[in-house]
């Protein structure tokens, strides 16, 4: 794609926004599904907070600041939409990566102690399981579990079915 030498900058700096906002996303997913985690091993989760938000709003800043870097550096082409040289775009995807790998983990504990939690106060048994299934469905999207399906899903042109269905 052209970009004219004006828009280039803007656009750059636009592209460079969103991949933060990614990576926020993904790294307030994480903040969620930690402090949930923290709420049911009866522990605070206030005096955290301050944590929570460096992790929700801070932690993109430190790979997406190399990630704008490297491309000035070594692929300062366009947009920056395009992701032709691997490791640079892999700066910006290893912690994405960690970010669906530690919500899936946090996601797995989470079930386990709302099993134990379920099956402590029973009521009936088909109450349990709806309560159960309501549960952790709710959990799936608010922790981005369902990104472990695609994880690997290729970011790049090609048509397979996985990065097709994703």
Do not use: M
Not at 103 to 129: E, M, P, Y
Request: proline content about 4%; charged content about 15%; hydrophobic content about 50%.
């Amino acid at each position: 794609t052209a970009v004219s030498p004006q828009a280039g900058p803007a656009c750059r700096v636009a592209q460079s926004l969103a991949q933060y906002c990614v990576g926020a996303n993904y790294a307030w997913a994480t903040g969620e599904g930690l402090f949930l985690l923290r709420l049911l091993l009866a522990t605070s989760g206030r005096r955290c907070l301050p944590a929570f938000l460096l992790l929700g709003w801070g932690v993109p800043v430190l790979f997406v600041v190399p990630w704008v870097v490297l491309r000035y550096l070594y692929e300062n082409e366009g947009c920056w939409e395009r992701n032709e040289k691997v490791a640079v775009w892999w700066v910006i995807r290893c912690p994405i990566l960690v970010a669906v790998a530690v919500n899936f983990v946090v996601f797995v504990r989470i079930v386990r102690i709302l099993v134990a939690k379920v099956r402590a106060h029973q009521v009936s048994r088909g109450d349990t399981r709806l309560r159960l299934a309501r549960s952790t469905l709710t959990l799936i999207p608010l922790l981005g579990v369902h990104e472990v399906i695609f994880a690997l899903a290729g970011e790049g042109e090609g048509g397979g079915g996985l990065r097709l269905a994703r």
